[in-house]
């Protein structure tokens, strides 16, 4: 099945250590997303990809930066990870087009714990 | 002002209740409007989309746009506990634009 797929689904860093984070797609969707998602807290935006074309959100951290090698994945990373980092973090995917509506597939996320 | 508010719950009724779920929204430009349901420890999977002002069904699931008063409405008729969930309600400018969504609301469905 086509998919949005998050790996790890837990992971657990130590404060200042770098953490990456990684989202595959096979629906062959040109947008990618990801979002942070702390305890019933809505999804926030930290950035998103048109293909290669990166969109950085104006409050996301200095801390928060992300790489997409290809059409295919897309990474997050966090340089120096502090304990209001600990959130579930959401990769999703898009078409565009140029009317109508096109829906973001989310992945399972991955839970990031700070310690 | 937050740009789009929803209460967070939890909100517990019993099996085949019907169920109101609500936001309201500040920014009048928002033409698309969604609900996703989330289970826990999963990612939020789109349940129904609008476009503009108006009412959509999709089987025990109807939603409800008023652009007007800038609010929003999904109505889960005969409510199973499989409904258990958090709903998110969405909202973008255009059809692929930026999702801003609400914190989302806690549903408890008890047999």
């Known amino acids: 099945d086509a998919m949005v797929i998050q790996n790890p689904r837990y992971q657990v860093t130590q404060f200042g250590k770098p953490v990456t984070l990684s989202c595959s797609q096979t629906?062959?969707?040109?947008?990618m997303y990801w979002y942070q998602q702390k305890s019933s807290q809505a999804p926030k935006l930290l950035f998103h990809?048109?293909?290669?074309?990166?969109?950085n959100e104006a409050d996301t951290p200095d801390n928060f930066q992300s790489r997409r090698p290809n059409t295919s994945f897309c990474f997050l990373d966090i340089r120096s990870p502090g304990l209001g980092d600990a959130a579930m973090y959401l990769c999703?995917?898009?078409?565009?087009?140029?009317?109508?509506?096109?829906?973001?597939?989310f992945g399972p996320g991955t839970r990031l714990t700070v310690t | 002002q937050k740009e789009v508010e929803q209460d967070p719950g939890p909100l517990s009724v019993p099996e085949g209740a019907i169920v109101s779920l609500n936001c309201t929204y500040s920014n009048s430009a928002f033409q698309y409007f969604m609900w996703y349901r989330q289970y826990s420890r999963k990612g939020p999977e789109l349940l129904m989309y609008?476009?503009?002002?108006g009412n959509k069904e999709d089987g025990r699931f109807t939603a409800q746009v008023d652009k007007s008063s800038k609010y929003i409405s999904l109505f889960i008729r005969d409510s199973q506990p499989s409904d258990s969930a958090t709903y998110l309600c969405a909202m973008t400018l255009s059809g692929y634009s930026t999702l801003t969504f609400g914190k989302g609301t806690m549903l408890l469905v008890s047999p």
């Open positions: 629906l062959n969707h040109n947008v």
């Open positions: 999703a995917t898009s078409r565009t087009g140029t009317g109508g509506f096109y829906e973001q597939y």
């Open positions: 990809y048109y293909d290669k074309d990166f969109n």
């Open positions: 609008t476009y503009s002002s």
